[in-house]
């Protein structure tokens, strides 16, 4: 095997774990999306973790965020909740940043 073939399954190694850890991460961030979300609609108890797991649901539908963004933000609005979608789109940055450094910690 050359050196460059095995440059080249190192690449693709990391690639893959990259991939990996970002998927992790953005089904971190939606839990955390959909705890935050839950909280602000007075949601208790198994309430709570139902709604969290019906957020990291609703990222399978379509690619991207908006699938995320447009659910939380509806059922805030549908709650009664004043919030922006703005303020939506802030909290889905601030939670990624925190789960992808909770990842790299390995929590």
């Not at 939606?30 to 007075?42: I, Y």
């Not at 659910?71 to 703005?86: N, P």
Request: charge should be negative.
């Amino acid at each position: 095997m050359t050196s460059f073939e095995n440059r080249e399954r190192g690449f693709e190694s990391k690639f893959a774990l990259d991939q990996e850890q970002e998927f992790k991460a953005t089904a971190r961030r939606n839990r955390m999306l959909g705890e935050w979300a839950a909280g602000l609609m007075g949601l208790q108890g198994d309430h709570v973790a139902d709604y969290a797991k019906a957020v990291v649901k609703s990222d399978l539908e379509l690619p991207g965020d908006d699938d995320v963004l447009r659910k939380v933000f509806e059922d805030l609005k549908g709650a009664g909740v004043t919030v922006s979608e703005t303020d939506v789109r802030n909290k889905m940055g601030e939670f990624l940043a925190s789960a992808r450094q909770q990842i790299r910690d390995g929590k």
